[in-house]
């Protein structure tokens, strides 16, 4: 069975972080790490583990098409999961994903996913799913976004809905403090507002933000994790209403340059009366 499966995992600078994917893999499958030219020593960590790894630029998010041509590309086996350092799997989903790639049934495997904040493991604020695990050929990522994975080419019938019980989900410990979540967040909403087809809606820029503190903070109950809580639906607020913003600024041709130019002007105006 090990060899019916390789664990896809993306790094960069994951010293910290990555012996617990090694771990939790190994014994299930092959792992096949594409690093992003770390600087630290994750490379050496994988290799003492075994793994192959592979040095890659990523433009932007590891999901793009040129990306995933090239990771399937070293993918020698059946099956294939789509992983990153950040994440951890319970031994019964792996073990779940080992039968899946044996009875062959199955082409793709939604996955719920628990995304941790503040290290709290109550804390779940964006329940979601997750389809990670797919049989090779089955998936095309012509065109594909960031936080998208592909596009499904089998049957209906093929796609297996995991229930969403904590034994069978995929943990995704995120936050560590406001700093490293704003600087990540802003790079996704970069890369979100520059999409092809988005444009700019005011609508969502306003009512998004409350839609999902309602439905994510009060009507889930999480507001009793307290302050993390509270800290962390804003952030995601936040995150939805910046995205709107930056796709205004794009929209009116908004850059450090053309801003500058209005202050040369300011400036001028300012310099000429007094």
Same mark, same amino acid.
């Given at each position: ?9 993306f790094?960069?600078n994951?010293?910290?972080r990555?012996?617990? #994917? ?9 792992i096949? #790490?594409?690093d992003? +030219?770390?600087t630290?020593?994750? #490379? @050496?960590i994988v290799?003492s583990f ?5 040095l890659h630029? +990523? ?7 040129s $990306?995933? %041509?090239?990771v399937?590309?070293?993918v020698?086996?059946?099956? $294939? /999961?789509?992983g990153?350092a @950040?994440?951890i799997?319970? +031994?019964p989903?792996?073990r779940r994903?080992?039968?899946v790639?044996?009875?062959d049934?199955?082409?793709l495997v $939604?996955?719920p996913?628990k ?6 493991r ?15 050929g089955?998936v095309?990522f ?5 936080h998208?994975?592909g596009k &499904? #080419?089998?049957?209906?019938?093929? $796609?297996l809905?995991?229930p ?9 410990c995120?936050? /560590?403090n406001?700093r490293?979540f ?7 909403? @970069?890369t979100?507002a520059?999409?092809?087809g988005? %444009? &700019? ?6 009512l ?17 994790s307290?302050?993390p809580?509270?800290i962390m639906?804003?952030?995601y ?6 995205v709107?913003a ?18 040369d002007a ?9």
């Amino acid at each position: 069975m090990k060899h019916q499966i390789t664990f896809v995992i993306f790094t960069y600078n994951e010293s910290r972080r990555i012996e617990y #994917v090694m771990r939790c893999c190994q014994p299930y499958g092959r792992i096949l #790490v594409m690093d992003n +030219h770390s600087t630290d020593a994750t #490379v @050496d960590i994988v290799r003492s583990f075994g793994a192959e790894v592979h040095l890659h630029h +990523h433009p932007g998010y590891v999901e793009e098409e040129s $990306v995933a %041509r090239n990771v399937l590309s070293k993918v020698s086996t059946d099956w $294939v /999961y789509w992983g990153y350092a @950040d994440e951890i799997l319970p +031994h019964p989903l792996l073990r779940r994903l080992q039968h899946v790639a044996e009875e062959d049934r199955y082409k793709l495997v $939604v996955i719920p996913r628990k995304t941790v904040h503040y290290g709290v493991r109550a804390l779940n604020l964006v329940p979601e799913t997750s389809p990670r695990f797919f049989k090779k050929g089955y998936v095309d990522f012509t065109g594909n976004r960031i936080h998208h994975m592909g596009k &499904f #080419v089998g049957k209906p019938e093929e $796609v297996l809905h995991l229930p969403r019980k904590d034994a069978y989900s995929l943990y995704h410990c995120s936050t /560590y403090n406001l700093r490293k979540f704003e600087l990540a967040h802003s790079s996704y909403s @970069d890369t979100e507002a520059q999409m092809p087809g988005k %444009r &700019f809606s005011p609508v969502r820029m306003l009512l998004y933000p409350p839609y999902f503190l309602l439905r994510y903070y009060v009507l889930t109950g999480e507001w009793r994790s307290g302050w993390p809580a509270l800290i962390m639906a804003m952030q995601y607020c936040f995150f939805f209403f910046n995205v709107q913003a930056k796709i205004w600024e794009r929209e009116h041709g908004i850059t450090l340059e053309s801003i500058e130019k209005n202050f040369d002007a300011i400036k001028e105006d300012i310099l000429r009366e007094h």
